[in-house]
């Protein structure tokens, strides 16, 4: 797919047209195709700014749609939406994983089937609206690419990711969830240091990495979730 095309799916995708099409093309260069290409380092930049615009933006649409919800309650609504799997998940259905160019290492694993990799454009995409058409064009693309789940009526629960799971395997499987460290970087300050997966009886439900194994486990966690949802439908 060329530039021109890729562009134009980013477009169709997220419902925004792009009045600077190189901000699109520059969203979906995963750093290790674009130290191959030219030495530079891709989307990261684009991946911090969509971050920090996807909280605020997700925490006023929330703020708006809910005033009897918390504090508490909007930071749950607005974790469950802007987590790593939530994300990669949005960018999979939007087509990211077809479009994210990728180095020669990331092709030979899979890079495209990554949840960091993809979570991480959609942010850079998000970056991208951010710069071309301000917070109205980023607001208006994240209420299409989420939908009514940021305006849902219904007060976040209060237990913690890792609480819920445990909760459904004790009701489904009458079996507590064991997490397992399958992978330490040991670099200090390393957002991917820890990898853990969730097992139960046996079986990995989930996988999540995050700097601290705290963080690792609750995105394990919310992924066992979601496929523990999905089983039940």
């Not at 995105?219 to 089983?231: M, Q, Y």
């Amino acid at each position: 797919m060329n530039d021109g095309d890729a562009v134009a799916a980013i477009a169709a995708a997220i419902g925004y047209r792009f009045r600077d099409p190189a901000l699109a093309e520059l969203a979906v260069a995963h750093p290790s195709f674009a130290h191959e290409a030219d030495g530079t380092r891709g989307n990261e930049r684009l991946e911090f700014l969509g971050d920090a615009v996807l909280d605020l933006v997700i925490s006023e649409i929330h703020y708006r749609a809910h005033p009897d919800w918390s504090e508490g309650d909007m930071t749950r609504a607005r974790a469950a939406l802007v987590n790593k799997q939530a994300l990669a998940e949005r960018a999979r259905a939007i087509g990211l994983d077809r479009l994210v160019k990728l180095g020669r290492t990331e092709r030979r694993t899979a890079g495209e089937r990554k949840d960091s990799v993809l979570a991480n454009c959609l942010e850079a995409v998000i970056g991208a609206v951010y710069l071309d058409g301000g917070l109205s064009e980023v607001t208006s693309c994240l209420e299409q690419l989420f939908g009514d789940v940021l305006r849902g009526s219904a007060v976040p629960a209060k237990r913690d990711v890792k609480t819920r799971f445990q909760e459904w395997t004790h009701a489904r499987f009458r079996a507590t969830p064991e997490y397992r460290t399958v992978r330490d970087s040991g670099t200090d300050n390393d957002d991917q240091r820890f990898t853990v997966e969730v097992l139960v009886a046996g079986e990995v439900w989930g996988r999540g990495v995050g700097r601290s194994k705290r963080e690792a486990e609750r995105e394990a966690a919310a992924a066992a979730v979601t496929r523990g949802a999905e089983s039940d439908e």
